[in-house]
């Protein structure tokens, strides 16, 4: 902690108390309680479990709280409070084609095995602002909305074994590359080792999944426009509930440790083959905690402009550079040294202060010299 002068530790503890009653507001009203953040600010909630790498809807609602609803500074919060937890081991990867699914939506064919399912999104809205929700009225009827959500569950339940993917469809004709093979070695782990580059795609995908969504979907949208060889399309998103699987060593199987939600993309591009491969689709994968359909689709868009070594393409932008891409897509990281630019720098700043007046001294008496 910077120090400026004297006093600066009372300073601090006012600037305290001065944040915990902005943050409560007007006492005049009830405190919002973690309950209502969880079940109602569901996507700030899903975006600081995924991009803190965390998942709990009860401590992300609280960071949510604790932030004043600045997500990156609870993300933060978030991450500070894993590294204060035990590892215990690594679970088996999620069979995402057994999801119970909530939304399901794909670009390339309109008619799928188990249909499409619009589910919870605002594609579909007009994005006028709703007054209604403004009003005491609309609290009558919230109540209700669980039991609709839970029909819809027991839907998605009775069709989940029959909703494979669209890429198991394209790879049942051999359209599309395969799908990469899980090697069953322990995975790198970001969070607990520096990363050097070049990654592997494991390594890569932890960086993304963790990576700021506005500066994902910046990159993304570079690809589209024409930095990067890219055409793709949506194989499919879907959301909804899976399985984590754990096998506990002294048990020698695999335990259900619960249930997350989660979304993913499956992007398929075109690729035109090269001598050892004949032409045939490719994938961008986005995979994030939560219902977070924007942040999967960038995460999958960049993967996919990422991979342009393995399957021999011409380099040359921006989102084709993995150390730059990697090395700024996490949003604490990045925060930690913009708002670091707010501490005292007084001796720093003194010594260019000294540094300008004497090289612009210095060139004053040279113009004089010159004029002579």
């Known amino acids: 902690m910077y120090v400026a002068a004297k006093g600066g530790e009372k300073a601090i ?8 009653k902005r943050r409560r507001g007007n006492e005049n009203l009830p405190s919002i309680g ?21 998942y709990d809807v009860e401590l992300a609602a609280l960071a949510v709280k604790q932030a004043r609803g600045d997500l990156i500074e609870a993300i933060f919060l978030i991450r500070a409070f894993r590294t204060t937890l035990p590892r215990f081991g690594s679970a088996q990867p999620l069979d995402t084609a057994r999801m119970l699914v909530r ?59 029959i909703m494979p993917r669209v890429t198991d469809l394209l790879g049942q004709e051999g ?55 890219s055409h793709p399309f949506v194989g499919e998103i879907r959301f909804g509930d899976v399985e984590v699987m754990f096998e506990a060593p002294e048990l020698g199987f695999e335990v259900n440790l619960g249930t997350v939600q989660v979304t993913e993309c499956q992007m398929v591009n075109q690729f035109k083959g090269s001598a050892e491969v004949p032409p045939q689709f490719t994938r961008g994968y986005g995979l994030v905690f939560g219902q977070c359909e924007r942040k999967a689709m960038s995460m999958a868009l960049v993967e996919r402009a990422l991979r342009w070594q393995e399957l021999g393409e011409e380099p040359g932008a921006p989102a084709q550079d993995e150390e730059f891409v990697l090395s700024h897509c996490d949003n604490v990281q990045a925060t930690g040294f913009v708002e670091h630019l707010k501490l005292p720098h007084y001796v720093d700043f003194q010594a260019e202060l000294d540094l300008v007046r004497r090289m612009r001294s210095e060139h004053e008496t040279e113009m004089k010299e010159a004029a002579e």
């Open 175 to 229: 359209l599309i590359e395969a799908s990469p093979a899980d090697d069953g070695g322990e995975p790198f782990d970001i969070t607990r080792a520096p990363v050097s580059f070049p990654v592997d795609r494991a390594t890569r995908l932890q960086a993304l999944a963790r990576g700021d969504e506005g500066y994902l979907l910046a990159l993304g949208y570079s690809t589209q426009r024409g930095y990067a060889r």
């Open 103 to 161: 939304r399901r939506v794909s670009a390339t064919y309109k008619d799928l095995p188990g249909g499409q399912l619009l589910g919870p999104t605002f594609d579909y809205t007009h994005r006028l602002l709703d007054t209604s929700l403004g009003s005491s009225e609309i609290r009558s009827t919230e109540s209700s909305s669980g039991v609709a959500e839970g029909a819809a569950s027991s839907v998605a339940r009775s069709d989940a074994e």
């Open 34 to 54: 973690l309950d209502q953040i969880a079940a109602q600010l569901t996507l700030a909630v899903d975006r600081v479990m995924a991009e803190g790498s965390l």
């Open 13 to 20: 503890r006012n600037a305290h108390a001065l944040l915990a």
